[in-house]
C-alpha cells in the first residue's frame, strides 16, 4: 500500500488545530510532529489534494504551505512511540502506553497504545476533557462520546462509574483503535460504531455527551447533542481555540444550553453546559 506525506509547514500555535482537521478526513492515517510543523500519511486511494485545499483555506490569514511525497507502507508507530510518554492528568489518573512500566498508583489508570489516532491525553483538548471528567459525576450514568478516537473518553467514564457508555467516530482506523485500548482496559462494555451522531437512535437519551471534535463540526451538531441529552444533562466540549469559545456558545443558547464553566489550556477551551 502507498501513502502520500503531506509536509505542512505552519506556526506551531496552529500544528495541533491542523492535525485535528486532518483526522476528520478520510485516509489520514498518522501524523507526526516536526519543528517546522508536521507530516500527515494518508493512503494514496484516498488522497483528495481538493479537499486539502479546503481545510487550509480556513486558515488562509495564516502562513502555511505544504510539500507532497509518496512513499510505501511502514511501522510509522514505532518513530512515535519513541517520544509517547505517560501522562498525569490532575495527579488522580495516569495514562500510558502498555510498554511503559509504571510504579506509582493512581485513583484512575487508562492504558493508551499509541496508534496515531488522536486523542492521547498529551494535545491539551484530551487533557481538558479528563480534567473536567474528574469532577463530574459519571456514578450510574450514561454516556455518549462523540468522536471518540482512541476511545481514551470513554474509558475514563467507565472508570469513574458510568454504566452505559456510546462511543462512536467517522474514522475507521480510529474506530479499530478504540476497540484494542476498549479491550486493554477491559472495557467491553462500551458501544462501539463507525459513523457520526446523525446515525444515534434519536429515541436514546444520555445524562452526559463528551464531544472533543473542532469548532465546525460541534456548531453542526449542536442541536443533535441537545435533543439526545436527558433534562440536566451535561455536554462537555473541546477541539477549538479560547477565540472559537463565543461562538459555541452563541450556538449553544440557540438551544437552550446554558454555560456552566469554562476552561483554558495552551490556547485552546473547553466548555461545559447544562440542559
Same mark, same amino acid.
Given at each position: 500500500?502507498?501513502?502520500?506525506?503531506?509536509?505542512?509547514?505552519?506556526?506551531?500555535?496552529?500544528?495541533?488545530?491542523?492535525?485535528?482537521?486532518?483526522?476528520?478526513?478520510?485516509?489520514?492515517?498518522?501524523?507526526?510532529?516536526?519543528?517546522?510543523?508536521?507530516?500527515?500519511?494518508?493512503?494514496?486511494?484516498?488522497?483528495?489534494?481538493?479537499?486539502?485545499?479546503?481545510?487550509?483555506?480556513?486558515?488562509?490569514?495564516?502562513?502555511?504551505?505544504?510539500?507532497?511525497?509518496?512513499?510505501?507502507?511502514?511501522?510509522?508507530?514505532?518513530?512515535?512511540?519513541?517520544?509517547?510518554?505517560?501522562?498525569?492528568?490532575?495527579?488522580?489518573?495516569?495514562?500510558?502506553?502498555?510498554?511503559?512500566?509504571?510504579?506509582?498508583?493512581?485513583?484512575?489508570?487508562?492504558?493508551?497504545?499509541?496508534?496515531?489516532?488522536?486523542?492521547?491525553?498529551? $494535545?491539551?483538548?484530551?487533557? %481538558?476533557? =479528563? +480534567?473536567?471528567?474528574?469532577?463530574? *459525576?459519571?456514578?450510574?450514568?450514561?454516556?455518549?462520546? &462523540?468522536?471518540?478516537?482512541?476511545?481514551?473518553?470513554?474509558?475514563?467514564?467507565?472508570?469513574?462509574?458510568?454504566?452505559?457508555?456510546?462511543?462512536?467516530?467517522?474514522?475507521?482506523?480510529?474506530?479499530?483503535?478504540?476497540?484494542?485500548?476498549?479491550?486493554?482496559?477491559?472495557?467491553?462494555?462500551?458501544?462501539?460504531?463507525?459513523?457520526?451522531?446523525?446515525?444515534?437512535?434519536?429515541?436514546?437519551?444520555?445524562?452526559?455527551?463528551?464531544?472533543?471534535?473542532?469548532?465546525?463540526?460541534?456548531?453542526?451538531?449542536?442541536?443533535?447533542?441537545?435533543?439526545?441529552? $436527558?433534562?440536566?444533562?451535561? %455536554?462537555? =466540549? +473541546?477541539?477549538?481555540?479560547?477565540? *472559537?469559545?463565543?461562538?459555541?456558545?452563541?450556538?449553544? &443558547?440557540?438551544?437552550?444550553?446554558?454555560?456552566?464553566?469554562?476552561?483554558?489550556?495552551?490556547?485552546?477551551?473547553?466548555?461545559?453546559?447544562?440542559?
Amino acid at each position: 500500500m502507498k501513502y502520500k506525506i503531506i509536509q505542512i509547514i505552519c506556526p506551531e500555535d496552529f500544528r495541533d488545530i491542523l492535525i485535528a482537521e486532518l483526522s476528520q478526513l478520510q485516509g489520514y492515517d498518522s501524523f507526526l510532529e516536526n519543528d517546522e510543523g508536521f507530516e500527515a500519511y494518508v493512503k494514496v486511494a484516498h488522497f483528495d489534494e481538493k479537499t486539502l485545499k479546503q481545510v487550509l483555506h480556513r486558515y488562509a490569514t495564516v502562513n502555511i504551505s505544504y510539500t507532497l511525497q509518496e512513499v510505501a507502507e511502514k511501522n510509522w508507530n514505532v518513530e512515535w512511540e519513541s517520544n509517547f510518554e505517560p501522562l498525569i492528568v490532575e495527579e488522580q489518573c495516569l495514562v500510558h502506553a502498555t510498554f511503559h512500566r509504571i510504579a506509582k498508583k493512581y485513583p484512575y489508570e487508562i492504558i493508551i497504545d499509541p496508534k496515531m489516532a488522536f486523542g492521547t491525553g498529551h $494535545h491539551a483538548t484530551t487533557y %481538558l476533557m =479528563l +480534567s473536567w471528567q474528574l469532577e463530574i *459525576d459519571h456514578q450510574g450514568k450514561t454516556v455518549m462520546d &462523540a468522536g471518540c478516537g482512541t476511545g481514551i473518553l470513554s474509558i475514563m467514564a467507565i472508570q469513574r462509574g458510568a454504566t452505559q457508555v456510546l462511543a462512536f467516530d467517522n474514522n475507521e482506523w480510529a474506530v479499530e483503535n478504540s476497540k484494542e485500548n476498549f479491550d486493554i482496559n477491559q472495557c467491553n462494555q462500551i458501544r462501539l460504531f463507525q459513523g457520526t451522531v446523525a446515525e444515534v437512535d434519536k429515541a436514546e437519551k444520555f445524562d452526559i455527551i463528551l464531544a472533543n471534535i473542532n469548532r465546525n463540526v460541534l456548531l453542526e451538531e449542536m442541536d443533535q447533542y441537545m435533543h439526545l441529552l $436527558h433534562p440536566a444533562g451535561c %455536554l462537555l =466540549l +473541546s477541539g477549538f481555540f479560547q477565540e *472559537d469559545a463565543p461562538l459555541i456558545i452563541e450556538r449553544a &443558547a440557540e438551544t437552550r444550553l446554558q454555560l456552566e464553566g469554562k476552561r483554558i489550556q495552551d490556547r485552546w477551551s473547553s466548555l461545559l453546559f447544562r440542559y
